[in-house]
């Protein structure tokens, strides 16, 4: 008989982990165990776990405030369903998560797809969030970190040692992400010209993704280049805040908010440069993608953002919020195609040497099979 072993991710909404998620579980070893999912109705995830015919369980984790009533719909889910094995997606599924893994004395693994305690902000809260994470780290059996930089912060802090951590890098579909030609049909029904350079974010409207900073670099960028067109990719409870922002500046003509979108690769595909204004970040699956497809990208300087970019090979690190670096940046690629094209083809090389699917999702199962058993 199989052992079941319960992913539990908070969200189902566009973004790294569930992308992440959805790669592991299209590779699952089901002649070992039987998948479960726990995760919230608020986007495409749900459709492709059912379209993979794998049970879901719909629950609205962002609902319950404080979050202690999960514990027990954990508790009561792994109980009844004769749950083994838990694998636990970010800081807010991790801590509730672990504590009724914990009390059911299920085993678990942790992927800390983002280190909550690395946001700026409210020096109170990073101490809040310094210590769920901690307190998440000594209940799980093992911590899978995505980055080496956030595997050598939980050493330092001393929330484990190194024998408790793997780092085991996010993966990207290096043959579903390549670049295999333009789509200019979907560049011209969005009502871009054809000659225009195209510049594209994609990500969750939340605060972590600094998107405002991404809105400001375009009244500069097109004052020297008006031939310029901004995309954001992506949803979330910001969005129409966003877009109100956009139009205050008077760029809207120059922005176009795509919302959620199922042919990203088409979109990359005419994208000329690849821009993440990120506060902060774990190893950033979208950046990833854009290397693949061989486009130059320039990403604020955090957590696992400088080892996916080696600064003026494939693209350029920029400390967060600085935008004039940013813009000279921007306005750099746009005035060199050849040495953009280079760096595109730079990116996609390190894509294919440390990045492929494939290794993540051995290293993964082969955790798996030592924790879980």
């Known amino acids: ?26 590779e699952f070893p089901y002649d070992r165990y039987e998948p479960i999912v726990i995760c919230s109705d608020d986007g495409p995830l749900v459709s492709d776990l059912k379209n993979l015919n794998i049970q879901v369980e719909l629950i609205d984790i962002f609902k319950y405030k404080l979050g202690f009533k999960l514990i027990s719909i954990f508790q009561d889910f792994i109980r009844k369903n004769r749950v083994k094995y838990v694998h636990l997606h970010g800081t807010r599924s991790g801590y509730f998560g672990g504590l009724a893994a ?53 050493i330092n802090k001393k929330f484990a040692g190194p024998e408790k951590i793997v780092t085991i890098n996010n993966g990207v579909d290096l043959d579903y992400y390549s670049k295999n030609g333009t789509n200019l049909d979907l560049k011209k029904s969005f009502n ?49 805040k966003m877009k109100h922002y956009a139009e205050r500046l008077k760029i809207s003509k120059h922005v176009k908010f795509l919302g959620i979108r199922q042919d990203i690769k088409k979109i990359l595909s005419f994208t000329d440069i690849f821009l993440l204004t990120s506060l ?23 957590n696992g953002t400088s080892e996916l970019i080696k600064n003026g090979t494939n693209g350029y690190l920029i400390q967060p919020k600085d935008i004039k670096s940013f813009v000279d940046k921007l306005n750099y690629l746009i005035e060199n195609p050849i040495f953009r094209n280079l760096m595109g083809e730079n990116g996609r090389k390190i894509a294919e040497e440390r990045y492929g699917i494939d290794l993540m999702i051995k290293k993964t199962y082969d955790l798996y099979y030592k924790v879980f058993r």
């Open 280 to 302: 902060w970040e774990g190893l950033p699956l979208t950046l990833l993608e854009a290397m693949s497809m061989s486009i130059p990208v320039i990403s604020s300087e955090v």
């Open 1 to 26: 008989m199989k052992e079941k072993i319960l992913e539990i991710i908070a969200t189902a909404n566009i973004g790294g982990g569930s992308k992440h998620l959805l790669y592991l579980l299209k």
């Open 192 to 240: 871009i010209p054809e000659r225009n350079i195209v510049i594209t974010m994609v990500a969750r409207f939340v605060p972590q993704k600094g998107i405002n900073y991404f809105i400001d670099t375009i009244p500069q960028v097109i004052k020297a280049h008006p031939n310029t067109t901004f995309l954001l990719v992506g949803d979330g409870f910001l969005f129409e």
């Open 102 to 154: 914990q009390t059911e004395n299920a085993k678990s693994i942790y992927t800390a797809h983002v280190l909550s305690f690395n946001k700026l902000g409210n020096p109170i809260k990073k101490l809040i969030f310094n210590r769920i994470e901690r307190k998440i780290i000594k209940m799980v059996d093992k911590v899978i970190t995505v980055a080496y930089v956030d595997r050598d912060i939980i």
